[in-house]
Structure formats: C-alpha cells, structure tokens
C-alpha cells in the first residue's frame, strides 16, 4: 500500500534583486514580497520631490481596462494639475511601464491605479491586504515597511502593543515591490505583513499603487 503523499507548505520568504526580472519571483511559491531595487531616474526623482514640496492635494483613482496584450495604459490626464512641471512625462512614462509590466506579469486586464500625495501615515498598523497583489512604489519621501515571517504575531495583527520596534525592514525610495495579499490562491493566512511609515511634521511622501482587478 502506497504511504500518502503529504503536501508541505513552501517556506514564506521575500525576494530582491537590482533588474526588473526580480519582480517576476512573486510568482513562485511561498514567496510574498519581490523587490526591485532600482533608483529613480534623475529628472522623475526631481519631479517627484517638486511635486512633494508643493502645498497641493493629489488624490487620484483610475480603473484601467487593457484589452489587448500590448495595449497601452491610458494615463491620459494622470495628476494633470502638474504636468507643467519639469519631468511630468518621464514621470508618466514610468507609471506607464509599470502598469504594462504588472499587466503582462500577471495576465491583468483591470487594473487599479492610485497615486497619493501624503502628509500622514494611510496605514499605520502592521497588516495584511487583502487582495490577490499589490504593486506599491513611492516617487517621493519614505517608503513603506515591512515584516519577515515570525517577527509579529499575525493573531494581534493592527494591535499597537503587539507590534515590534526593531526588525522593522524598510522600502527604499523608488524600489518597486509586489506584495502578495490574503487573496492570492495559495497564499491564505501569509500576505505580507507592511504598514506606511510615520512622517514627520511637514513631511510627504508621493505613492502609487496597483491592484490586481481581474
């Protein structure tokens, strides 16, 4: 009689790497967060401090539908209050890109786009999302902080007490992470626990998302 075949859980881990193609390991089993440590351009950088010295709100939403493999995002009008500043089409070029690469990496043809100016955490408490993934990159200011597996309870998950205050890793500016959520199949019960970073008085920080829709 054959014995039975025991499936194990893949280790949880996170990857990094300094091309685009480390983005291409949230794909693998067990792997929650990819990173690709890239630095920003100079003139997209400079944008984005300008942007984020400036005494003005940017709250934007867009769903966008690519019917097509190669179709192109239409971004048209994208933070459209500052596209008389220097390096606003680089700037959109780049937001471009990525959404055409987290298109063809994961098969999306809907995706959410948000680009957020802050002056204060979103969210402030470790947590897990829950979605499928999600690409997060910030253009201006700190980036977002996260947790290796075991470092937090995920029972006492958003409980200030229960957080820790060293372990803490950090998202540099310009590196772009994927992050595998609740909803990912496969990965219940192991997105990647992250929160936004505190700011000080009179700082931002210039932050995009993307959501896998469908």
Known sequence: ?????????????????????????????????????????????????????????????????????????????????????????????????????????????????RLRLLDKAMCPRFHVDHVPVRLITTYAGIGSQWLREGVMDRRRLSQADAEPVEHIEQIHCGEVALLKGEKWHGNEGFGLIHRSPALAANERRLILTLDWLA
């Open 1 to 113: 009689m054959l014995a039975p075949v025991i499936q194990l859980r893949p280790v949880i881990r996170q990857t990094r790497g300094d091309t685009p193609l480390a983005l291409a390991e949230i794909l693998d089993n067990g792997v929650n967060l990819a990173l690709w440590q890239r630095q920003l351009p100079l003139h997209i950088a400079e944008f984005g401090a300008l942007l984020a010295s400036l005494d003005e709100p940017l709250a934007e939403s867009l769903v966008l539908e690519l019917d097509a493999e190669d179709a192109e995002p239409n971004l048209q009008g994208l933070a459209g209050g500052f596209r008389d500043l220097e390096g606003y089409e680089g700037f959109v070029a780049d937001v471009s890109w990525l959404v055409s690469a987290f298109a063809c990496l994961l098969g999306a043809r809907r995706i959410g786009l």
